[in-house]
């Protein structure tokens, strides 16, 4: 079956770095769209960064807009994040659309367990 499974989530202090990994598994086609979403208690989930096949194209929430990077190699989808805030704290999911889609939650058929990033001096 389908899974995606986040990592690289933890405790890092402003200004500090960090790498987010979702390793793919169990697709028999290929997905178009992947992305990640962020979760804060209290928050709704937004959507911070995706990635289209079709059309090569790169999405970058303006919050995140110059700090994050998403890349793939393979099977795994990466978010690059530096220059992390105290305000980047969040549950951070990955997701996979098999039709092109924009970065909406609702867009996405398959999603990961989540991993916790918190940004704190």
């Known amino acids: 079956q389908v899974q995606l499974v986040e990592s690289g989530g933890g405790l890092v202090q402003p200004g500090e770095s960090l790498r987010l990994s979702c390793t793919t598994s169990?697709?028999?086609?290929?997905?178009?769209?992947v992305g990640w979403f962020r979760q804060a208690p209290g928050y709704d989930s937004e959507g911070i960064s995706c990635m289209r096949a079709s059309d090569q194209r790169t999405y970058y929430d303006e919050s995140v807009k110059g700090r994050f990077t998403i890349s793939t190699d393979k099977n795994v989808v990466y978010l690059q994040m530096n220059s992390l805030k105290p305000e980047d704290t969040a549950v951070y999911y990955c997701a996979a659309a098999m039709s092109p889609t924009g970065c909406h939650r609702l867009g996405f058929d398959y999603w990961g367990q989540g991993t916790q990033v918190t940004v704190s001096s």
């Open positions: 169990g697709f028999t086609k290929d997905y178009d769209t």
